[in-house]
Nanobody
Framework: ERRLVESGGGLVQAGGSLRLSCAAS????????IGWFRQAPGKEREFVAA????????YYADSVKGRFTISRDNAKNTVYLQMNSLKPEDTAVYYC?????????????????WGQGTQVTVSS
């Protein structure tokens, strides 16, 4: 059974940092690119960042470029999202998922399954 467990969210002041983790199980983790996505209240889920299966390639949404860094540790079946210079508009529930099609797209195809996400709240 595929499982994705996000953690590391919390409440932080604007300008602060958080590091999110995504622990995966139930599938061949290093066969897949992995992406981070977020959903703010009243908005649709949006793409944030993705990393290739090997970790050698990444891409980001323009809104987070230069502030967020995605990385992965295939030995631990875990992907990370380092978030710096956080802004109130980064407030959202953050999710991870496998990118199974559409590398480079802002709307890549993912598993249908989604984890519970982790809440990030940035106060002004």
């Amino acid at each position: 059974e595929r499982r994705l467990v996000e953690s590391g969210g919390g409440l932080v002041q604007a300008g602060g940092s958080l590091r999110l983790s995504c622990a995966a199980s139930g599938f061949r983790f290093d066969d897949y690119a992995i992406g981070w996505f977020r959903q703010a209240p009243g908005k649709e889920r949006e793409f944030v960042a993705a990393i290739s299966w090997s970790g050698s390639s990444t891409y980001y949404a323009d809104s987070v470029k230069g502030r967020f860094t995605i990385s992965r540790d295939n030995a631990k079946n875990t992907v990370y999202l380092q978030m710096n210079s956080l802004k109130p508009e980064d407030t959202a529930v953050y999710y991870c998922n496998a990118v199974i099609r559409g590398w480079g797209s802002l709307e890549p195809k993912t598993f249908d399954y989604w984890g519970q996400g982790t809440q990030v709240t940035v106060s002004s």
